[in-house]
């Protein structure tokens, strides 16, 4: 284990120790107070709508080994003086000071570090990786989707005796992941995809690419593995500094690794790869296209740091999805598909190919708003609503203002419009949908996670 210390935050950061030594051990950070364990170290964050210092005491109630806060704060230091066994630092700027501390730790550790981004797919792709990885190492990884400049800091600060690190990196805006990148360092670097998450700030999938690019920002040399089936990524290749290897996998276009002989169906998929001139065959018990591809990514790493092939099978077959993506529930002989974690043109698209892969079973696909499109959100619903007629969908059910752009663009195609409802809400849709399912159908639930899917679903299946 590589420890910090008090006196390392003094050194790396402008800050005052005022209570406290500074031989002090920190190995766990804590940002809430909600959740803070005995012996933690809070570290106090002011955001927009709320105060980390303001919570402090609590903290220390809790039994925390001691305080990072900001050096404005409003401290009691009377109050303090029966916490006898914490630490009080002062800081100028105490998410600088998280982000500080972090790129510390991950100097000290000379280990494989992944770092992923991507339009979609970053989360399940972090997880089926670090599957793979952990049948040889112990391994350390992203919490759920806490991939941004404070949840990546914070995961780093988590590392004890890891052998590894997976960590996913998210944006809204570019500038982001390089900073990210510059705390990680990871030595490998995957690319999922370039699509149209937030291109209502960024204005366009070329400057999307741009800032997923930013992710070799924190890279002096290493690997680069990217979905070569992407139009922007396939032509990305040739246009990386060299000293950056590019490896690339696929399903449609040539590629380093390409999966063939793919068969799908609802509980999974197996595909065949061609490594060093012998074919090898691969299962995953996810369903969907989707997941071919991730466990190629998972493929290239596995073998990059040295996995065996029946190692890296084991951790393609054994991996499971996070909670709301894509998880699969039948009742009473009617399937229900619940993907509403989050929602851009990609993942609808993809979960929709999926639904409309199935056969013997009427498909319906309850839809919702993708979120923060800005300027592009009828255009891209629209492209939604050609995705579902070209699926054969039986039933679009849509809720919510901007998916009905999702209908009209059905209707405009020659969809069938007794097989379209529309509403603006859950509120209003329930009523007339809970009697419209019946054995042997498969329902799709797809939303932006502002959208509170969870809802319907929950109407829905209770009924059944």
Known sequence: MKNIYVKDILRLTNSKLIKGTEDTILNSFSTDT????????????KGQNFDGNLFYEEALQKGCSGCILDKNAKIDMEALNKYHHAFIILVNDSLKCLQEIAKYKRSL??????GITGSVGKTSTKDIIANVLSQKYKVLKTEGNLNNHIGLPLTILKLQDHEALVVEMG????????????????????????????????????????????ILEGMEEGTLIINNDNDLLHEVKNKINPKIKVLTYSIKNESDYKATNISLNDKGSTFEVLINKEVHSFQVNVPGEAFVLNSLAALIVGLHFNISL???????????????????????NITLIKDFYNANLDSMKSA???????????KIAILGDMLELGSFSKELHREVG????????????????????????????GFNKNNILTYDSIRDAYPHIKNLFKEKDTILFKASNG????????LVKGDL
């Open 34 to 45: 909600r959740t803070i364990k005995e012996n933690e170290i809070y570290l106090a964050i």
């Open 109 to 114: 550790y000379n280990i494989p570090v992944i």
């Open 171 to 214: 944006m809204n805006n570019l500038g982001e992941i390089s900073l990210l990148s510059k705390i990680a360092k990871p030595n490998v670097a995957l690319i999922t995809n370039i699509g149209t998450a937030h291109i209502g700030i960024l204005g366009s999938r070329e400057n999307i690419l741009k800032a997923k690019l930013e």
């Open 310 to 332: 029946e190692c890296i099978k084991e951790g393609i077959l054994n991996f499971t999805l996070s909670s709301k993506r894509m998880e699969i529930e039948k009742i009473k």
């Open 352 to 362: 929709i190919n999926y639904l409309g892969s199935l056969k013997e079973t009427r």
């Open 386 to 413: 050609k995705c579902v007629y070209d699926n054969k969908i039986d039933l679009l059910i849509t809720i919510g203002v901007e998916a009905k752009n999702i209908a009209d663009e059905c209707l405009k195609l």
């Open 451 to 458: 959208m509170n899917f969870q809802e319907i679903y929950s």
